[in-house]
């Protein structure tokens, strides 16, 4: 069972950036979600192994960055030009292909969530 932990959450004004990590040892393809009450879990970025492959959700294109370390086994979510509705709460999920994909139902492992409130 691989765990995955999240940090780096918290409470910004709009504008502002955050850097959220998950830890996680393995060889995974890693992803970023976003989920708000009431409504489906949004696919913000995700990332190959290697790290050579990244893709993001339109609403965050040009704003978010993910990247990873595999030396530190960390994946991070730069989240920069924050606005109040990325408030949501944010997963990371990993992955056991390789590749990147946008699409929830293929990720293994899911972290418990960070929570990212971003004020007007």
């Known amino acids: 069972q691989v765990q995955l932990i999240e940090s780096g959450g918290g409470l910004v004004q709009a504008g502002a950036s955050l850097r959220l990590s998950c830890a996680a040892s393995?060889?995974?393809?890693m992803g970023w979600f976003r989920q708000t009450p009431g409504k489906e879990r949004e696919f913000v970025a995700a990332i190959s192994w290697g790290g050579a492959t990244s893709t993001y959700g339109d609403s965050v294109k040009g704003r978010f960055t993910i990247s990873r370390d595999n030396g530190k086994n960390t994946v991070y979510l730069q989240m920069d030009s924050l606005k109040p509705e990325d408030t949501a709460v944010y997963y990371c999920?990993?992955?056991?292909?390789?590749?990147?994909?946008?699409?929830?139902?293929?990720?293994?492992?899911w972290g418990r969530g960070t929570q990212v409130t971003v004020s007007s």
């Open positions: 393995g060889r995974y393809a």
């Open positions: 999920a990993a992955n056991r292909n390789p590749s990147v994909t946008t699409r929830a139902r293929e990720y293994d492992y």
